[in-house]
């Protein structure tokens, strides 16, 4: 029983994989997707960091939103200086996406902001 799961977790894993990265596959779902469905399963995959980086591009792209949303409470709004692990090692990629994709001028209008956000999440 565990074995097949692991099997079908793999396969599935590779499929992803080989869609997620898939230039038309990206462009397809951008065009296509249930935006409200495409950014639940993306939210997971970012959570789970489970493809990430490519969820994360493919979530700005379709719900500009909640994926800065993602930005300011998951990243902008923590302690980084308690963590354990590296909570912002995905960072760069990610600010790139959002340079290259909403442009220069939304970057910096999220980094300027951190100390809004880091009051507006606090736990």
Do not use: C
């Amino acid at each position: 029983m565990i074995i097949d799961a692991i099997q079908e977790y793999i396969t599935a894993y590779h499929n992803l994989s080989k869609a997620i990265t898939n230039d038309q596959e990206k462009e397809y779902f951008v065009e296509h997707a249930d935006v409200s469905k495409a950014t639940y399963l993306l939210e997971n995959l970012i959570s789970s960091k489970t493809m990430l980086q490519p969820a994360f591009e493919l979530l700005l792209k379709i719900n500009k939103e909640e994926a800065l949303d993602i930005i300011k409470s998951w990243y902008l709004s923590r302690n980084i200086s308690r963590a354990i692990t590296d909570p912002v090692e995905d960072l760069d990629i990610m600010f790139t996406d959002i340079k290259d994709i909403l442009g220069e001028e939304e970057l910096d209008k999220l980094l300027k902001n951190k100390k809004k956000y880091e009051k507006k999440y606090e736990k």
